[in-house]
């Protein structure tokens, strides 16, 4: 399961109600069940997708701590997609992180953070392990995708792939997959077979072949069903041509896109001056390509500052209706406007008690009223 929290949800520039891009993904393996339930929720680990200005101030909001995160994803370069950046990785430095970091971003995110690093005297006591887009890219010709791999422990992985954008400078899209591998004991077999609980169950399920105190051996393949879990969503930087990400939403249980304006707004601003294209999508452009490919699950965000965030169709000022209205005048699916600090629970595992993908998604509320879930 990935739960996901909104820390912005505004274009270029902030809000009263709304800060710039950031998204959280917190991973969540529905099998670890330790004493302390509520330290576990404390320590999962997370992404940070984006991280404009004034994320870390987001943070604050939230459970969520910098020392378990393990990866941050910079879409493209736009300050207000990475300006929050230096900010955050400071402050984890403060607060006395030392495990290594992942960074996938484009080349030049690297060249501000030595650039401040130099002028700043900013030191890390932890490793950031830098992974350049540009590169990973020019390597898929020979392995056919680009993708990072995160073992989050021996049965829980999330797989990161790439996939390139349309914007003004380059910009990319996240397929962030989460795995989870399980092994059921089958408790039923092994009470029919006069087999007692004792240790010798838990090594079973670890898959190891015992041998009984009366000689006979069990083989752990008898007696452990092998279940494997898979939640994948993909969350997309700015871009003006959706269709960029047929391939990567194939299999996806719910697409994150911005929908900067409604498609009205975006003619008037590409009419009025047609030497300068802001590159970005309609709310309708994004839920065309939607029910086209039929996705299920339809979350947009990054809305542009002239959008207020209450929902009043009648209204002449515009809103969040504008923006609904023309999604929905040609998307029939499941589909949320993301308000800074929602939060969103996917399961990929819906499909164990029905093919209806639409029920992989719930919303969870906010993270300010609900700080402990």
Same mark, same amino acid.
């Given at each position: 399961?990935?739960?996901?929290?909104?820390?912005?949800?505004?274009?270029?520039?902030?809000?009263?109600?709304?800060?710039?891009?950031?998204?959280?993904?917190?991973?969540?393996?529905?099998?670890?069940? &330790?004493?302390?339930?509520?330290?576990?929720?404390?320590?999962?680990?997370?992404?940070?997708?984006?991280?404009?200005?004034?994320?870390?101030?987001?943070?604050?909001?939230?459970?969520?701590?910098?020392?378990?995160?393990?990866?941050?994803?910079?879409?493209?370069?736009?300050?207000?997609?990475?300006?929050?950046?230096?900010?955050?990785?400071?402050?984890?430095?403060?607060?006395?992180?030392?495990?290594?970091?992942?960074?996938?971003?484009?080349?030049?995110?690297?060249?501000?953070?030595?650039?401040?690093? $130099?002028?700043?005297?900013?030191?890390?006591?932890?490793?950031?392990?830098?992974?350049?887009?540009?590169?990973?890219?020019?390597?898929?010709?020979?392995?056919?995708?680009?993708?990072?791999?995160?073992?989050?422990?021996?049965?829980?992985?999330?797989?990161?792939?790439? !996939?390139? @954008?349309?914007?003004?400078?380059?910009?990319?899209?996240?397929?962030?997959?989460?795995?989870?591998?399980?092994? #059921?004991?089958?408790?039923?077999?092994?009470?029919?077979?006069?087999?007692?609980?004792?240790? @010798?169950?838990?090594?079973?399920?670890?898959?190891?072949?015992?041998?009984?105190?009366? &000689?006979?051996?069990?083989?752990? !393949?008898?007696?452990?069903?092998?279940?494997?879990?898979?939640?994948?969503?993909?969350?997309? &930087?700015?871009?003006?041509?959706?269709?960029?990400?047929?391939?990567?939403?194939?299999?996806?249980?719910?697409?994150?896109?911005?929908?900067?304006?409604?498609?009205?707004?975006?003619?008037?601003?590409?009419?009025?001056?047609?030497?300068?294209?802001?590159?970005?999508?309609?709310?309708?452009?994004?839920?065309?390509?939607?029910?086209?490919?039929?996705?299920?699950?339809?979350?947009? !965000?990054?809305?542009?500052?002239?959008?207020?965030?209450?929902?009043?169709?009648?209204?002449? !000022?515009?809103?969040?209706? #504008?923006?609904? $209205?023309?999604?929905?005048?040609?998307?029939?699916?499941?589909?949320?406007?993301?308000?800074?600090?929602?939060?969103?629970?996917?399961?990929?595992?819906?499909?164990?008690?029905?093919?209806?993908?639409?029920?992989?998604?719930?919303?969870?509320?906010?993270?300010?009223? #609900?700080?402990?879930?």
């Amino acid at each position: 399961m990935l739960k996901l929290t909104f820390l912005g949800t505004s274009a270029g520039v902030p809000t009263k109600q709304r800060n710039v891009t950031a998204l959280a993904i917190e991973c969540i393996n529905p099998y670890s069940s &330790g004493t302390n339930q509520q330290q576990n929720k404390k320590s999962r680990p997370w992404l940070l997708i984006d991280c404009g200005e004034g994320t870390q101030h987001q943070l604050l909001h939230t459970k969520l701590s910098l020392h378990q995160l393990q990866a941050i994803c910079i879409t493209h370069v736009h300050g207000d997609h990475c300006y929050g950046l230096p900010g955050l990785l400071a402050s984890a430095a403060m607060s006395g992180r030392t495990a290594p970091l992942i960074l996938l971003a484009p080349k030049a995110i690297a060249t501000l953070l030595d650039a401040l690093i $130099l002028t700043t005297k900013l030191h890390f006591p932890f490793a950031i392990n830098f992974m350049a887009i540009e590169d990973l890219l020019s390597e898929q010709d020979s392995k056919n995708k680009a993708q990072v791999t995160i073992s989050l422990d021996n049965q829980h992985q999330l797989e990161i792939d790439i !996939t390139p @954008l349309s914007h003004r400078v380059p910009s990319y899209g996240f397929g962030i997959s989460q795995t989870i591998s399980h092994r #059921h004991l089958d408790k039923d077999k092994l009470i029919a077979d006069n087999i007692p609980a004792n240790a @010798l169950w838990g090594r079973l399920q670890q898959g190891e072949d015992v041998m009984t105190e009366d &000689g006979r051996k069990l083989r752990s !393949t008898g007696y452990v069903d092998n279940e494997s879990q898979r939640t994948r969503v993909v969350v997309a &930087g700015d871009n003006d041509t959706p269709e960029c990400l047929n391939n990567a939403i194939a299999d996806a249980d719910l697409l994150v896109h911005e929908a900067t304006y409604t498609h009205e707004l975006l003619n008037k601003i590409q009419a009025k001056n047609p030497d300068f294209d802001p590159m970005h999508s309609s709310a309708q452009l994004l839920g065309r390509f939607a029910q086209d490919n039929g996705l299920k699950n339809l979350v947009l !965000t990054h809305f542009s500052a002239r959008y207020q965030s209450f929902d009043n169709p009648n209204s002449s !000022t515009p809103n969040m209706a #504008h923006i609904r $209205l023309d999604t929905e005048s040609v998307y029939q699916g499941n589909l949320w406007l993301a308000a800074d600090f929602d939060q969103y629970l996917v399961n990929g595992t819906a499909e164990e008690v029905g093919d209806d993908i639409g029920s992989r998604v719930q919303y969870l509320g906010s993270a300010r009223d #609900h700080k402990n879930t």
